[in-house]
Nanobody, 119 residues
Framework: QVHLVESGGGLVQPGGSLRLSCAAS????????MGWYRQAPGKERELVAG???????SHGESVKGRFSISRDNAKNTVYLQMNSLKPEDTAVYYC?????????????WGQGTQVTVSS
C-alpha cells in the first residue's frame, strides 16, 4: 500500500507563487510516475504536470512556462512550483503515484490540497 500526503496549498494573490509538496510512503518501486492533477468546481480533473522516476517531465498546456515539477527520489517526494498564479488556477490539487508491478498497474491518490488565487 502507498500513502500520499500533500502540503503547501493556501490562499495567494494573482501573480503570486506557491510550492506544493507530496511525500509518498509505503511500498514504492523504483520505476514510477508521480504527478499533480487539479479539479476546479464543476470541472473534470486535469493533469497539471507529471515526472517519471527517470526525470522525464510533462506539463499541461495551461501551466507551461508558469509551473514546474521536480522530485527527490531519495525522499519519494514530488514538488510543484507554481508561479504567476491566476484566478483560474484555483482548484483542489491532487498528487498521484503510478507504478507497475508484475504486469499490473497501480494508481494512488493523495487527499488533495486547496489552492485559491484571489485578491
Amino acid at each position: 500500500q502507498v500513502h500520499l500526503v500533500e502540503s503547501g496549498g493556501g490562499l495567494v494573490q494573482p501573480g503570486g507563487s506557491l510550492r506544493l509538496s507530496c511525500a509518498a510512503s509505503g511500498t514504492i518501486f523504483s520505476i514510477n510516475v508521480m504527478g499533480w492533477y487539479r479539479q476546479a468546481p464543476g470541472k473534470e480533473r486535469e493533469l497539471v504536470a507529471g515526472i517519471t522516476s527517470g526525470g522525464t517531465i510533462s506539463h499541461g498546456e495551461s501551466v507551461k512556462g508558469r509551473f514546474s515539477i521536480s522530485r527527490d527520489n531519495a525522499k519519494n517526494t514530488v514538488y510543484l512550483q507554481m508561479n504567476s498564479l491566476k484566478p483560474e488556477d484555483t482548484a483542489v490539487y491532487y498528487c498521484k503515484l503510478d507504478q507497475w508491478i508484475n504486469g499490473g498497474s497501480y494508481a494512488y491518490w493523495g487527499q488533495g490540497t486547496q489552492v485559491t488565487v484571489s485578491s
